[in-house]
Structures are given as C-alpha cells and as structure tokens.
C-alpha cells in the first residue's frame, strides 16, 4: 500500500538572494520543517566567515549536514562541506563559521536550544514554536506567502 504522506517544500538558491530569514549579524535560516508536538524543526542555515554562535546547549539530538563552507568547532575540529555532525543531548558548545564562503548547514534540531552566559545561565532559550513565529513573522512582514511546513 502507497501512503502518501510527504511534503515537497521548494527550492531557493543558497546563496545569499535565497530565502533567508536574517537572525543577526550574519546568521540567516530557511526552514524546511517544524515537528508534530513542537518536538523541533529541520531548517539551513547560513553564515558569513567569521560569524560565531555563543556556547549554547541543546535539549535534545542535533544532527547537522554541511552543504557549503567550513565550520570550527569549538574543539578545534574543522568541518567540511559533506561532514556530518552529530551532538547528543545536552551538548553544550559553540562554534564558528570560517574560511572565505559563506556556511550553508542542514540542521535537525530536536527540544530547545538555550544559549548560556558565562555562569551556566540561561539567557535565551528557542524552541519550535519560537522558530515557526519567527517564520510566520517574516513571511507577513515580506509579503510572501508561507509554506504549510508543519507536520502532520
């Protein structure tokens, strides 16, 4: 039997006149899912070289694909486009986009993400539902129409 359970969300260039939503000093994202029950959401995202995300922490799986770019982990660890990463749950890191191209990511985000200060406060914590209003937000204010990317 056939189920026909699937969504074709379309594709935008990715390079910087895609759909991007803009997040901050050179840190875009095109979401591509939000989850059933707000268990997370699946989106690229696009950084400029130089571009850091501030140590944060996840409360649930991430898994990351590189389409495009380098980043450096806060290891040291450089990754390449075609790497994988995986961080298992309640990974606290930060990291960075480097080299000369913009960093394309295909990311898997699982629970919340909860940026930390420099004691182990929480100072900003993101979740689905901030992502899909982030979305809806944009796509009003630009006048584009949105996608149905909720699952079902």
């Known amino acids: 039997m056939i189920n026909e359970r699937h969504t074709v969300t379309r594709a935008s ?14 840190k875009w994202s095109r979401p591509l899912r939000f989850l059933k029950d ?7 995202m696009r950084l400029d070289p130089g571009t850091k995300l501030g140590l944060h922490r996840h409360t649930g799986e991430v898994h990351a ?9 806060c290891t040291g660890e450089i990754v390449e486009p075609g790497d994988y990463v995986h961080e298992s749950t309640g990974n606290v ?3 960075e986009a480097v080299g000369d191209k913009a960093l394309v990511v295909m990311v898997v985000v699982m629970g919340t993400v909860e940026y930390l200060g420099h004691n182990g406060e929480v100072k900003l914590r993101i979740t689905a539902a901030d992502r899909l209003d ?3 937000r944009y796509c009003s204010e630009a006048g584009i129409e ?7």
């Open 38 to 44: 707000g268990r997370g959401w699946v989106e690229l």
């Open 146 to 152: 949105p996608q149905d990317l909720l699952e079902r």
């Open 134 to 136: 982030d979305y809806q």
């Open 93 to 95: 890191d930060w990291w």
């Open 65 to 73: 694909f590189n389409l495009e770019g380098q980043r450096r982990l």
């Open 13 to 26: 260039p990715l390079s910087a006149d895609g759909l991007w939503i803009p997040e901050g000093p050179g």
